[in-house]
């Protein structure tokens, strides 16, 4: 029995990630797609986009692209290498590291607008 270690919660984690950056991707289109609709049709769209929740949902798209991009280069690493193989654990902790501090990043960039800040 698999006992919950890193390498299934980075499994769990790049597949959570990559149907996140699917379902962004999905409504970027639809987003830049309703110009067709017209100028006040596109305009009221994005006029939802700055709600609170979407501004949230930003923050942790980021960080789920990051952490999908760094994490693919992980299992590149541990595919191609033989050593990787043997680091994949350091090495999952240094892509959560890169992902905390840019889903930090992206707080602090995007969060001051929604507590009134400009």
């Known amino acids: 029995m698999y006992k919950g270690r890193e390498g299934q919660w980075a499994?769990?984690?790049h597949r959570l990630s990559?149907?996140?950056i699917l379902a962004y991707l999905l409504i970027h289109?639809?987003?830049i797609g309703s110009f067709m609709f017209g100028e006040r049709f596109y305009m009221g769209i994005?006029?939802?986009y700055d709600l609170p929740f979407f501004r949230i949902g930003l923050v942790f798209i980021t960080a789920g692209v990051v952490y999908h991009a760094f994490n693919g280069l992980r299992i590149i690493v541990m595919d191609f290498t033989g050593a990787g193989v043997a680091y994949q654990r350091q090495m999952w902790y240094g892509v959560m590291g890169l992902t905390v501090i840019s889903g930090?990043?992206?707080?602090w960039t995007l969060l001051p607008r929604l507590l009134g800040g400009y």
């Open 11 to 13: 499994f769990l984690l």
């Open 18 to 20: 990559g149907i996140a």
């Open 29 to 31: 289109v639809f987003s």
């Open 46 to 48: 994005h006029e939802v």
């Open 104 to 107: 930090l990043y992206a707080a």
